[in-house]
């Protein structure tokens, strides 16, 4: 089974590994460079993480719009038309310019202002997503309900 590629830019690698390790816990197959591997040849890493994808879950933030290896990454992916994932970070920016055009009108889940929204439940809806409409096989979350089997996320 090909897996989730995470893209992300490295500022926000904390709530990104968290995120890795809930997807896990759910048995979903995922990606990220600091578990799988970047080695000496960065670009051909890159392209073989997004090559095996199944979809790429890309962190939207200024950082990452700002970052040459991720527009590379989401752009490959997006010609690979490999399905794209975009979760937003926070609140006090917007996508604009290459990232604003990748991700319109794509569906994206809302990881901004831990504080309000709890992010379990943006973690349950990646995860129904992910399940439901990349994996097409039935969803071990349900958003909205409460399951005994979720964590609390150290903020």
Known sequence: MKHIMLSYQHDTQ??????FQELRRENIPVWMDIYDGIAANL????AEGVENSAAVCFFMSKE????SNCRKELQYAESL??????CRLHADWKPSGWLGLI???LKW???RDKSDKPINMAMDKLIYHIQV????IEPTVFPGLKTEKRVEWVT
Do not use: C, R, T, W
């Open 103 to 105: 991700s319109a009108g």
């Open 81 to 86: 038309n490999i399905p794209l994932i975009p």
């Open 43 to 46: 670009n051909q890493e890159m």
């Open 109 to 111: 889940f809302d990881f």
């Open 14 to 19: 904390d709530l990104v590994k968290e995120i």
């Open 64 to 67: 990452y719009q700002s970052s």
């Open 133 to 136: 409409k990349i994996y097409h």
